[in-house]
């Protein structure tokens, strides 16, 4: 069964401190990782769509890598604006199903 | 643009009601999404449409029934309802769904807030 896990579950960083947010999956046949940030009551509002291991896409502060395995958001010297719950999604199987989020990371970044 | 709108953003409506959901895309995509959001935990799929043709309903129950009247707009037509259906609701569209290969980026409207007394 498909399964996509992320981690951690919330995270609070200071104003400026870099970390990353993991996503984990378990899935046959990765056809796209996609990641969203979703402020509180909105929709998600796309950042990156990955397709192939040691792929690397970035966005202002943000950088996303993906493995075999999982993929990283990478924040560097976030602000408080970058406070979101950010979301990563998979596509699997043959045809456009399996389109599956992840929990989510619910980021605070204080001043 | 990659704009999808909604409307309405908030709704209140009774059990015995009957509403719509409206979701319009002008990008050129041809496939949309229906999407069903309890807080604190992230969408899920309810209904995919391709080429304005139902392909994917997620075993939803039939109060929830879909309807794509042109490759712009998706409804979604709400009866019966019960309190736990209240959500936000997405709506998303996409290029087009493909069999096989890389698959095309979602992109999602601001939702609506249903609320089932």
């Known amino acids: 069964e498909d399964q996509v896990t992320q981690s951690p579950e919330a995270l609070r960083l200071q104003e400026g401190e870099s970390s990353s947010l993991n996503c984990s999956y378990t899935?046959?046949?990765?056809?796209?990782l996609f990641w969203y940030r979703q402020d509180p009551g909105k929709g998600p509002e796309f950042l990156f769509t990955?397709?192939?291991a040691g792929e690397e896409k970035e966005k202002e502060r943000l950088k996303a890598t993906l493995t075999k395995k999982e993929s990283f958001l990478h924040i560097t010297a976030p602000k408080p604006e970058d406070s979101a719950t950010y979301l990563c999604?998979?596509?699997?199987?043959?045809?456009?199903?399996?389109?599956?989020f992840g929990p989510g990371t619910r980021l605070s970044v204080l001043p | 643009d990659t704009e999808v709108t909604q409307t309405p953003k908030h709704l209140v409506m009774g059990m015995t009601n009957k509403k719509s959901l409206k979701c319009e895309q002008h990008?050129?995509?041809?496939?949309m999404y229906w999407y069903k959001q309890k807080a604190k935990k992230p969408p899920e799929l309810m209904f995919v449409?391709?080429?304005?043709?139902?392909?994917i309903n997620e075993s939803v129950p039939s109060r929830f029934s879909p309807e794509c009247p042109n490759s712009s707009l998706l409804n979604l037509h709400l009866h019966a309802l019960q309190p736990e259906d209240s959500a936000l609701y997405l709506c998303?569209?996409?290029?087009?769904?493909?069999?096989?290969?890389?698959?095309?980026?979602?992109?999602f409207g601001p939702g609506t807030r249903l609320l089932v007394l």
């Open positions: 990955l397709y192939s």
């Open positions: 899935v046959s046949g990765l056809r796209g």
């Open positions: 998303a569209s996409s290029q087009e769904v493909l069999a096989g290969g890389r698959q095309e980026t979602q992109y």
């Open positions: 990008m050129g995509h041809r496939a």
């Open positions: 999604a998979v596509q699997a199987g043959n045809y456009g199903q399996n389109f599956v």
């Open positions: 449409y391709s080429y304005e043709k139902l392909s």
